[in-house]
């Protein structure tokens, strides 16, 4: 009787951890499962204020740089009815990823919204979805374009 019990109990520890592990399991798998990581470098193309940096250069085309980054689109250097330093609140999130041979379609969504420095607001747009093109070489990866539906 005594080990029907423990049988029992050991039964249900495995009940339990199961699904947990499976859940686990796969969050994990879905996190990497991607063809290119480009979160980080898209977030810095949007955000920086420094221009088309070297750096940058080895990851992104300038044309799509200039098209992604908010103080390109919004103008923001170049606006005297603002007081600088801007305030940005910024959100980036990864959607899903579509593989075609050699190039990746990245689809992810964003929000920003601007203000000076004396909470004037400046611009920003919410929740809008956008689409990067990536060559992929091996494991080099080259964002090439960019869809953002108008």
């Known amino acids: 009787m005594l080990i029907i019990k423990k049988k029992g109990v050991i039964y249900l520890i495995i ?10 399991g796969t969050s994990i798998v879905s996190r990497n499962n991607k063809d290119v990581d480009i979160y980080n470098t898209i977030k810095e193309a949007f955000l920086t204020d420094e221009g ?5 250069s080895k990851y992104i085309s300038e044309e799509v740089f200039k098209r ?7 103008r923001l250097n170049s606006r005297s009815e603002y007081k600088k330093p801007f305030k940005v609140d910024f959100r980036l ?13 990245v689809k992810m969504t964003y929000s920003v919204a601007i203000t000076d420095s004396q909470n004037k607001d400046v611009g920003g747009s919410w929740n809008i979805p956008i ?3 990536v060559k992929k070489t091996g494991n080099q990866w080259y964002i090439i374009d960019k869809y953002e539906p108008a």
Request: with cysteine; charged share 20%; hydrophobic share 35%.
């Open 15 to 24: 009940l339990i951890f199961i699904p947990i592990l499976g859940f686990c």
């Open 52 to 56: 088309y940096s070297n750096e940058l």
């Open 68 to 74: 992604t980054n908010i103080y390109s689109v919004y």
């Open 93 to 105: 999130k990864e959607d899903s990823q579509k593989v075609n041979k050699d190039i990746v379609y």
């Open 131 to 133: 689409t990067f093109t």
